[in-house]
């Protein structure tokens, strides 16, 4: 899973990924593929651009990002998506300041699986600081 953005901007405005050096990574064969999963918000997204750059890419599957969580809104949203052809999406809860209960989660499920599409959802800890993460090697780092 990868998180190019449309204009290379990250988080808060730092640096980060852009398709163009994501083509290179990919060209250089060190990756098969990969998903190229948005972030509501960040980097420029917009729906049809982020499909489009992630499409001219060989081996990558561009993946949206959910912009709301509210019903009326995220039905004519997912339908957009669809319409565009990606094949999933991905929530982002902490971006969207949207915090859906369990029953709130399973109906936009719900409504994602109703029009073909795959589900990401990111679970990356809701809580304001420093958090310790295990890194790949075992050894605990702050993030």
Known sequence: M???TLDGRWLGGKPGLTF????????????????A???PGIGGYAHQQYFDAASTIPGLIAVAALTTL?????????DQVAGIGFRAVKIHPRLLKQHPSGGELGAVLRAIHARGLAAMYCSYYFQSGRCRAKTPTGSWSER
């Open 70 to 78: 509210e019903p009326v809104a995220l039905n004519t949203e997912l």
């Open 2 to 4: 990868t998180h190019p």
């Open 20 to 35: 163009d050096a994501l083509r290179e990574y990919l060209d250089s064969g060190q990756l098969a593929g990969a998903c």
């Open 37 to 39: 999963v948005a972030l």
